[in-house]
Antibody, heavy 123, light 111 residues
Framework: EVHLVESGGGLVQPGMSLRLSCAAS????????MFWVRQVPGKGLEWVSSITWHSHNIDYADSVKGRFTVSRDNAKKSLYLQMNSLKTEDTAFYYC????????????????WGQGTLVTVSS | QSVLTQPPSVSGAPGQRVTFSCTGS?????????VHWYQQLPGTPPKLLLF???NRPSGVPDRFSGSKSGTSASLAITGLQAEDEADYYCQSYDTTLSGFVFGTGTKVTVL
């Protein structure tokens, strides 16, 4: 069974940094693209970032480009999101998501979701 | 802001059929990218409902079906049940944005 466990969320002040981690288990981690998706409580879903199985393709939403950095460690079966220069509008639940297509990317679906970690940016 | 537009809400009585759309453009759905659908029950993470336009993961009832035509896609729920009351999101890829996009979300209410 696929398990994705996010950690690293919390309360930070605007302009500060935070690093999210996602520990994966139950599947061959280095066969799948991984994603970060966020959701402001009570609002819709927003794709944040994605990274292919070999880290050759990395993309970001315009809203976080230049501030967030996604990475993965296939040996540790872990996904990361380094968030710098945080803004109040970054406040949201952040979900770690496993792609659904082996070695796929553009056509991949968001197959398995973690429970999410809450990031609150406030002074 | 979302580039895939969905109606904010739809409703139906138990047993009825409801459908709703996901409208995109020539840079996403119209460019040939597949559409996926997610169901989010209150207080829980989203769950994959349909992938590749109309494929159901194991465990998803065949009451759920999807279709795609031109720059739009649709989700249909037949034999509506109380447990189907949730938020539903479509998702695809957008070449102009070079990223993945979600729909605005549709809240399904069972009367």
């Amino acid at each position: 069974e696929v398990h994705l466990v996010e950690s690293g969320g919390g309360l930070v002040q605007p302009g500060m940094s935070l690093r999210l981690s996602c520990a994966a288990s139950g599947f061959t981690f280095d066969d799948y693209a991984m994603f970060w998706v966020r959701q402001v409580p009570g609002k819709g879903l927003e794709w944040v970032s994605s990274i292919t199985w070999h880290s050759h393709n990395i993309d970001y939403a315009d809203s976080v480009k230049g501030r967030f950095t996604v990475s993965r460690d296939n040996a540790k079966k872990s996904l990361y999101l380094q968030m710098n220069s945080l803004k109040t509008e970054d406040t949201a639940f952040y979900y770690c998501v496993k792609g659904g297509l082996i070695r796929g990317y553009f056509e991949a679906w968001f197959e398995s979701w973690g429970q999410g970690t809450l990031v609150t940016v406030s002074s | 802001q979302s580039v895939l537009t969905q109606p904010p809400s739809v409703s139906g009585a138990p047993g009825q059929r409801v459908t709703f759309s996901c409208t995109g453009s020539s840079s996403n759905i119209g460019a040939g990218y597949v559409v996926h659908w997610y169901q989010q029950l209150p207080g829980t993470p989203p769950k994959l409902l349909l992938f590749g336009n109309n494929n159901r993961p194991s465990g998803v009832p065949d009451r759920f079906s999807g279709s795609k035509s031109g720059t739009s896609a649709s989700l249909a729920i037949t034999g509506l049940q109380a447990e189907d009351e949730a938020d539903y999101y479509c998702q695809s890829y957008d070449t102009t944005l070079s990223g993945f996009v979600f729909g605005t979300g549709t809240k399904v209410t069972v009367l």
